[in-house]
């Protein structure tokens, strides 16, 4: 299938898009539920380490996608995150939250285990526009998410958010009707897979190195921000705007760094946006007014970059094995990110989130020497 097939591609990128909105209610609802449950920020940056412990699984995930295809799974992914995120506002505990959180990761990791894979087969040889596209309806996801909650509370309240189960059921439908024949699976003897994993550990340590400081300043802006905003005095839906913003601007540069991957080469890629994400979050620190906004615009365009070019990467080095290959990566960016949550969240326990703030952004730019690395073994 060397033909790029442009509305499979772009309906596998909308169902992203209605998946990724429900993932993304916690960062809004963050404010809303630890006054109501009274917990820590440490506390607060374990939720997506919940969230993301199901990624653990995304290996066998990927073994499994790779030997016979599990597209089902897939479709069933979006009616499951749907289900799971909008019953935050019932939750009665954090251990409840917890639980929700833990149900909506095993969706999530149904859905971005496979689905590149998916993308990456109706792409042809423009694999890396095919990413972009797709990569767009995630972090376009993030920047209607907040306005969406935001929105549901407004109108039906915290409690009352599970009205927006049943658009998870109709992407699932629409999901369904596109890619019931699609085969992802590739068959492979056993052995492959540990011949694999010995192949590709250089590789992935670089990646894991590489995710692990990206990660700081991009968990920081988009966990905390509407947090560290409104504990500034800005009112819950102005920084549920600014978090829409930054997503809003991370969806332009996932589709601008893809194209342009294709052109310029993708480590000239990660170099530009590994070096201007801290500056553009200090910048974001320092200013006030418009000025702020404006960097915070090139705040997401720097730290979402990357991820889509990451990902043509991993699909080119894994020709016989490509959902394993993502399964691995999606668990190492999950793990890392959900570390680095909790990381930030002591940070703001014990020095004010405006200082973790500046600690990660600072932290980020360690990520520089292991692009040069990456380049190395690409």
């Known amino acids: 299938m060397r033909r790029f097939h442009t509305a499979r591609v772009f309906l596998i990128s909308v169902v992203h898009l209605c998946h990724d909105i429900y993932s993304s209610f916690l960062a809004p609802l963050l404010p809303l539920l630890i006054d109501k449950l009274g917990f820590s920020y440490s506390l607060a940056g374990l939720l997506p380490l919940a969230q993301r412990l199901p990624s653990l699984l995304n290996p066998f995930i990927g073994i499994v996608a790779d030997r016979a ?44 285990v496979p689905a590149p894979v998916m993308v990456k087969k109706v792409s042809g040889g423009q694999v890396g526009k095919g990413m972009s596209i797709y990569m767009v309806g995630g972090e376009a996801a993030r920047t209607l998410g907040p306005i969406a909650i935001l929105t549901a509370v407004s109108v039906w309240g915290l409690e009352g958010t599970y009205r927006l189960i049943p658009v998870g059921f109709l992407a699932s439908l629409a999901l369904w009707l596109s890619v019931k024949d699609l085969q992802i699976g590739i068959h492979h003897p056993p052995q492959d897979v540990a011949q694999t994993t010995k192949t590709f550990t250089p590789f992935f340590l670089v990646i894991a190195a590489l995710l692990l400081f990206r990660a700081c300043a991009k968990t920081a802006m988009t966990l905390f921000l509407p947090t560290f905003l409104t504990h500034q005095g800005s009112t ?26 294709d052109r310029i080469g993708k480590n000239r890629v990660l170099y530009m946006t590994t070096f201007a994400g801290p500056v553009a979050v200090s910048l974001f620190l320092l200013s006030t007014g418009v000025l702020r906004v404006v960097f915070l615009i090139f705040s997401g365009i720097a730290l979402f970059a990357a991820t889509p070019v990451l990902l043509a990467l991993v699909q080119e080095k894994g020709q016989e094995r490509p959902a394993f290959m993502n399964g691995i990566f999606m668990t190492i960016n999950f793990i890392v990110s959900s570390l680095i949550a909790v990381f930030v969240g002591l940070l703001g326990d014990h020095f004010g989130l405006n200082t973790a703030f500046w600690i990660s952004g600072l932290l980020s730019i360690a990520a520089i020497p292991f692009v040069w690395l990456l380049a190395r073994l690409s």
């Open 236 to 261: 819950l839906w102005s920084a549920g705007i600014s978090l829409s913003i930054l997503q809003a601007a991370g969806a332009a540069g996932t589709l601008v760094a893809g194209w342009l991957s």
């Open 69 to 112: 295809g599990i597209r089902y799974l897939i479709i069933a992914a979006p009616a499951i995150t749907a289900v799971s995120m909008s019953l935050l506002g019932m939750a009665s505990s954090y251990g409840v939250l917890v639980i929700l959180l833990l149900i909506m990761g095993i969706g999530s990791a149904f859905w971005h």
